[in-house]
């Protein structure tokens, strides 16, 4: 072994080891790091209670998004946790949004029936909450308190995409190209269903699954145990993969991608049309700098959208790409513990 070889060999072992741990089973349970219980489940999802302390205060509600992957990357692993931070940083009372996989029973659900689902979560914890909408999660919250204004209070998107045409994504790239028919096509083979595996193939990411994980948690190459599980937790998370309902999917797919409905006033929720200028609440808006998932133009549009008065908008860019936004560790100490003091303002 020569002297290059002695002084690498340690992080090479160590790239082996997570290399390896980047080929899990699917099919397992979501994983939590931060202590919780399920309040209410129903069909379409569970709400868990992160909640901790005596005494109530206004409820917190993280709306996980419903997407490729499940909530888990909202607790991913210590030092790696939105939830974790919130608490630290003043949020007792914290519930979350977890979407389940759509089945055989909810394969004919829509965007109505994930409002419809919202609607009851805010109205068991008390409205008016507070919304924190993630990713895809976050124009939905968007449009829930523009249709809801009265149960909203304040109102956090971090890494959502908006208004999709105001800059391309690497998303929007991959879905203009695809056809009406061959998404009927592809919820043909799911038996109703838009299936995870099916979505994985369609979906952009880097090839290096390592380099991946990294990025997602703003880590170098680690050596600490640590840093060693939290990869291996992000690998697990990775290949967990949720089916949709085909309605759904086909309606996210034209009404907030190919005709950008949301930003330009023709979306509908529920039976009425939704004008973001009703939403006079306070705004949070997160990006990160280097998102190609939703990049900041697609989040920061959202401010000329809304009827908030400017001194009521806050925006924040974080130095990270898409999923570092709600699991990396340098995001973690710095962007979310702002947005827990901007909550309790």
Known sequence: MDPWQVWAWPWLTTMDIYRRALEPAQG??????TPNRVTLDIATLRLRDFSFGEGRGRPVLVVAPFSLHDAGLADLAPGHSLIESLRTNGCRDLFLVEWKSATAKTRLNTIDSQFTALNVVVDELGPPVDLIGLCQGGWLSLAYAARFPLKVRRL???????????????????????TAALID????????????????????????????????????????????????????????????????????????????????????????????????????????????????????AAAALVGARKSDIETALAPCGHLALFMGGRTATTQWPRIAKWLSG
């Open 156 to 178: 956090a998107l971090v890494g959502a995409p908006i208004d999709t045409a105001a800059t391309p994504s690497i998303l929007s790239a991959a879905i203009n190209p695809m």
């Open 28 to 33: 397992e349970e979501t994983e939590w790091t």
């Open 185 to 300: 096509e592809l919820i043909r083979r799911g038996g109703g269903l838009a299936r995870g595996a099916d979505m994985a193939e369609l979906w952009p990411r880097p090839a290096d699954k390592f380099a991946r994980a990294l990025e997602a948690l703003e880590l170098e190459p680690p050596t600490t145990e640590a840093a060693r599980r939290a990869v291996e937790t992000f690998a697990r998370w990775d290949a967990r993969l949720l089916d949709l309902p085909g309605p759904y999917y086909r309606e996210v797919f034209n009404w907030l991608y190919r005709e950008n409905q949301l930003a330009l006033g023709r979306f509908c929720a529920l039976g009425r049309p939704i004008d973001l200028r009703r939403l006079e609440q306070p705004l949070f808006l997160l990006a990160g700098e280097q998102d190609e998932i939703a990049p900041p133009a697609q989040i920061f």
